[in-house]
């Protein structure tokens, strides 16, 4: 995965020391958003939830 640097477009956010870079169009479509990291016996990871839509399709997954 690419780190990106913010553009005018983006929204950053800052969170314990972990910043965030969101585009601001989505941002609007996604709110509310939760990330966290999830640990079990399957594995560690991070977990991505938000009212936004996803539908069935191939890469709709929002786990990575």
């Not at 585009?23 to 560690?44: F, N």
């Amino acid at each position: 995965m690419a780190l990106d640097e913010p553009t005018d477009q983006d929204e950053v956010f800052d969170d314990r020391g972990l910043n965030y870079i969101v585009e601001k169009e989505l941002l609007e479509r996604i709110k509310p958003i939760k990330i966290d990291y999830t640990h079990s016996a399957y594995g560690a990871g991070f977990s991505i939830s938000s009212s936004m839509e996803m539908g069935n399709a191939c890469g709709s997954c929002t786990s990575c």
